[in-house]
Structure formats: C-alpha cells, structure tokens
C-alpha cells in the first residue's frame, strides 16, 4: 500500500510550491485591470490568489516588478503573432496586414484585461507604459511600416499613419471585450470559442481593411 498523503496545511502557501507563474499574473493581470496599478496592493492581490504576499514579493519584488512581469506575460503572446506575420514572406502585404489584425483582435479577447490597463496608464507617463511601448510596440513599429508603407506607396491603401492603424487596432476592437459593462448595456454579445472569436476577428479585419482600401479608378471594374 502506498504511504497516505499528509492533509494539506491550513493557511496560504509561503513558498509557491505547485503554483505557476501563469496562474499567478493571470490573477495579477485581472486585479490591475479592474483597480489599476494604485488601486492594487501585493495583500490584497494575494489575498484574491490565496497566497502569501511574501510569496508574490519573493518571486517578483515588489508590485510594480509584478506589474511588468504581468505585461511581458500578455503582451508577449501579441507580439509572437504580429511578428510571425510581419515577417512571413509568403504573404501579400495586405494578407500580412489583415492577419496581423485578426491575431490582436483574438489576443484581445483572450486577454481582456490589457486594454483596460492601458486604459489606466496610457494618460499618465510613467515607467509602466514606457515598458510597454519600448518593449513591444516600438520594436515590431518598423516591421508593420515597411509593410505599411509599400500598400500606400503602391495606391492599394489610404494614407494611414502607423500610430492611428495602432488604436484602431488595439484598442478599438478590444473594447468589446474589455469594457464589460459597457457591452452588456448595448446589449453586445462578444463571441465566445475559439471559432467564434476567430470569425470575429476576421469580420472586423476585413471591415478595417476595406475602409482603407482605396475605391477602384472611375471607369474600371473591381476585381
């Protein structure tokens, strides 16, 4: 017979043995998106995850050490899309665009809780949102631009600046998902599932990139 397990200690665990870092910022990720970075402590943060404090500070530091550890978690799953996309040479510039953004759109609704983050930080400067532009956004920046910028020196898209394709993108389509409250009162629906959201994301990039096509030439048939 095998030996019986010792009951469990009662009490948060101190030294985060069977816990995962995915479980812990995931956890962060909400409490940010909901109270902001002021509005959050590592007490009650571990008070919602039933783990020490200790523990978040021993594997973090300190909060905003959690903070930016919460972020590079997330946002490293956009940026793996984006430069997958940007970089494939297979794709057409205008494929490549279209998938870059069905990829953010479907990140958004896996991970709800960034919009509203960069909602909290993005009018104040601080560190926080500086990691976040210098540690993804600018580095992928000239990636979407070459791309960019050959669909508009070609005539296929509108002139577009980088910085309005990057809210319309980011943050437009990830509202649906982020704003809760504000989606139940309009009565919205996000699609839930993989497909779903999928389909989704795919019927809001072609709504983009439709409105940044350029019309046909007066006389000529639309392929």
Request: glycine fraction near 10%; charged fraction near 25%; proline fraction near 7%.
């Amino acid at each position: 017979m095998g030996a019986t397990p010792a009951p469990r200690k009662r009490g948060r665990p101190r030294t985060g043995q069977g816990l995962d870092d995915a479980h812990l910022l995931k956890g962060a990720l909400d409490a940010f998106a909901e109270k902001g970075y002021d509005g959050m402590s590592l007490r009650e943060l571990g008070r919602r995850l039933e783990v020490s404090h200790a523990l978040l500070t021993a594997r973090y530091g300190s909060k905003e050490g959690l903070w930016f550890a919460a972020l590079e978690y997330a946002l490293g799953h956009a940026a793996q899309g984006w430069r997958q996309t940007v970089e494939d040479p297979a794709l057409d510039d205008l494929q490549a665009l279209r998938l870059g953004i069905v990829h953010q759109i479907v990140f958004a609704a896996s991970f709800p809780q960034v919009v509203r983050i960069l909602n909290h930080e993005g009018g104040v400067d601080s560190d926080r949102i500086r990691f976040v532009v210098d540690r993804f956004v600018k580095p992928l920046r000239p990636l979407v631009e070459v791309r960019l910028n050959r669909l508009q020196d070609a005539g296929r898209i509108r002139p577009l600046p980088y910085e309005v394709l990057h809210f319309m993108v980011v943050h437009g389509p990830g509202a649906l998902f982020a704003n809760t409250v504000e989606s139940d009162l309009l009565g919205a629906h996000p699609p839930a599932g993989d497909h779903a959201v999928w389909r989704h994301a795919e019927a809001v990039a072609d709504a983009i990139i439709f409105g940044l096509a350029t019309p046909p030439a007066a006389g000529t048939t639309p392929k």
